[in-house]
Structures are given as structure tokens and as C-alpha cells.
């Protein structure tokens, strides 16, 4: 197969199978910037899904959210969502609260029998995510986890090229994210900063994104890590400011990652084979506009495609497979994975022994 062949309507939807069903209907749980400002518009845009309630701690801002959201029909606060309140009126939750309240409000949800969309990292801990995994598992809701880079096109097509041995065996990948977070999130008493809510800094919260996404594209799990971290900053004191780490994949593959809240932004996502590579770049920032180039042997080059808004393609991937009746992926015993490897990676950093899984 040619290499423009992979290309040939990059941005299709290779899961999407239409149905007569009516529009699933999600309640926003968690009202903080990502859902106001990326979560609810990329509803907004979806095929198959629509916003109808929102919940908060705050009863005031979930009330001036609804009021800005035609679709809306009821505003509740966190004790009224875990009570049942405006049930009638939604059939799946989006979850996009501080990581250690993520189980809380997932139990909840499932105790309503409603499906789950849980951002990522699922929990601050395994025994959290564990407890998710069964408690949906329990009542027979489905539970998938935020993987926004998993419905990418460029993330999609650089798996097909991988799987169909396009650049040869897998070798190396090479994953990298970065950002300034007090300079997006000024505020040092955000929760991110706070291990006792987020598990961990700068590993759990961007770290996780190119260890995943390898996982992904390389459609395998490791099986064992070494990492070291640094606080440099005094803002970053007492939690992991600068990461690096390696992931051992079977079949000898090894992932080489970084990450930072407080660098330059930038990201990318390579896969170097026996034969080529693929490179994603920029890749994990939804609103930088996503690259890919490919090199097999002498023959390669950029592509260039048409942007999607990546929210919109999560939230219609998940409310399609509930369409139709299929168990969304990436599930959450996908994501009990990664926050299985996070905390091998912070038991590395701290002993500086590589750590099996």
C-alpha cells in the first residue's frame, strides 16, 4: 500500500456507525475552565450528543453556566447530582473533577445506572480506580476514559501505519509534553499542585499523555518503568516539576518520555521503526493544529489535513457506541493501566530503580 493510500480521507471516522437514536444526553459533572470552555462547546458541535445538565459545588455557577447553554434544562449542585436530582433528564455523565474526586462521582453515577465519561487521569490512585472499574462493572454501566488523543486523526492514522508494519518493527518512541501551568493557571492553590487531589504533579497530570498515547499507537501495555523527577521552582516545591521517564513495552520496545509545567510548550509523538518512522507534531494541545510526518525508507514527508475539534470527535465516539449499543473504549480497565504505571513511575523516581509491573 502507498503511503498517500493511509491518507485518503484522513479525517474519517473509521468508528462511527449511524443511528435513528435520539441525541444522548450528558450531565457536565464539574464546571472548572476545561468544561466550560472545551468541554460544553465541543458538545455544542457534536453529531450525537447535547449538554442538558450541568452540576457544581457551587449552586451559583452552575446556575450562570445553564443560563448560558441552550440545551440546558437543569443546574444542580454535587450533593443533588449524588441524590438523584434531575435524573430523568440526562443518560451519561462527563466526569472533569480534581482526580481524587473522580471515584465519588463515578460510584454516583453508576448507582444512577447512567454510562460514564471520565476524564483522565481516571483516579489520583489504583485503589480509586479500582473502585470505579467495579462499581460500573457492578451495576452494568459502561466507564470510559477521556483519551481525547484516541479519536485524534493524526494519533489514528499514525496507529494504522504502525499495525500495518508501514515503518517496519517498532523500535524506539519518543513522547514529549510541556507547558507553563501557573502561567495558563495562575493560581498556586490550584489542585494540580496538590498531590492529595491530583496523585501527583506533573507525571499524573501531562506525563500521562504521551505514555498513553504510545500505548495507543502501539497497541501494547508496558511491563515495566524507570523515572526521575525534579522541582526546581519554589512554586513547584514538594512535587515533580520536570519529568523523564522510560517504558519497557514487550518485544523490546522502549518509550522514552519528558514532561514539564514549566517550559516551553510543546509536544510531540514519534514512533522510530526498523524501517521508518512517524512523527506526530505539535500533538497533544487541542487548539495547536496537529502535524504528521511519515518516512519510509527514501520516500516520505509532511501530510497536511484538516483540523478536527478533538472533544468533539470524544464525545461523539462515546455517545455513538452508546447508540449502538457497544462498550466504549478506551475503557477503564485500559485506564486502571496507566494509573497503575503512574504509580510505578513515582516509586522509581523516588527509590531510582526501574520497577516491573
Request: hydrophobic share 40%.
Amino acid at each position: 500500500m502507498s503511503l498517500e493510500q493511509y491518507f485518503d480521507g484522513f479525517t474519517r471516522r473509521d468508528w462511527e456507525v449511524c443511528t435513528d437514536e435520539p441525541p444522548v444526553r450528558f450531565a457536565m459533572v464539574g464546571l472548572g475552565w476545561w468544561t466550560r470552555e472545551e468541554a460544553i462547546p465541543a458538545v455544542e458541535s457534536a453529531d450525537f450528543c447535547e449538554t442538558t445538565v450541568v452540576v457544581s459545588g457551587d449552586s451559583e455557577k452552575a446556575e450562570r453556566v445553564a443560563a448560558g447553554t441552550a440545551t440546558v434544562e437543569a443546574a444542580v449542585t454535587y450533593e443533588e447530582f449524588h441524590a438523584g436530582v434531575a435524573a430523568d433528564a440526562y443518560d451519561a455523565v462527563y466526569v472533569c473533577t480534581p482526580n481524587a474526586t473522580h471515584p465519588e462521582h463515578v460510584v454516583a453515577a453508576a448507582d444512577l445506572g447512567k454510562a460514564v465519561l471520565c476524564e483522565k487521569p481516571m483516579a489520583a490512585t489504583s485503589e480509586g480506580a479500582e473502585r470505579m472499574v467495579e462499581a460500573c462493572a457492578d451495576r452494568g454501566v459502561p466507564l470510559a476514559i477521556a483519551y481525547r488523543m484516541q479519536t485524534e486523526p493524526a494519533v489514528r492514522r499514525a496507529r494504522d501505519l504502525v499495525a500495518d508494519g508501514a515503518v517496519g518493527e517498532p523500535i524506539h518512541a519518543h513522547g514529549h509534553m510541556a507547558d507553563d501551568l501557573l502561567e495558563f493557571v495562575p493560581d498556586r492553590d490550584q489542585w494540580r499542585l496538590d498531590p492529595s487531589l491530583s496523585g501527583g504533579t506533573t507525571m499524573n497530570d501531562i506525563g500521562i499523555y504521551p505514555l498513553n498515547t504510545t500505548r495507543f499507537v502501539l497497541d501494547a501495555d508496558p511491563v515495566a518503568v524507570y523515572a526521575t523527577t525534579t522541582s526546581v521552582s519554589e512554586a513547584f516545591a514538594g512535587v515533580d516539576e520536570h519529568v523523564a521517564f522510560q517504558v519497557e513495552f514487550p518485544g523490546n520496545v522502549t518509550a522514552v518520555c519528558t514532561a514539564s509545567h514549566n517550559a516551553h510548550r510543546s509536544s510531540y509523538l514519534e514512533v522510530v521503526g526498523s524501517e521508518g518512522r512517524v512523527r506526530v507534531e505539535p500533538a497533544f494541545f487541542p487548539w495547536d493544529d496537529r502535524g504528521l510526518v511519515v518516512e519510509v525508507g527514501d520516500v516520505g514527508g509532511e501530510f497536511e489535513f484538516e483540523q478536527v475539534d478533538q472533544m468533539t470527535e470524544e464525545f461523539d465516539h462515546f455517545a455513538n457506541c452508546l447508540q449502538r449499543g457497544v462498550d466504549p473504549h478506551p475503557d477503564g480497565r485500559h485506564g486502571l493501566v496507566d494509573i497503575e504505571a503512574l504509580e510505578a513511575l513515582y516509586e522509581s523516581a523516588e527509590t531510582g530503580r526501574r520497577v516491573a509491573l
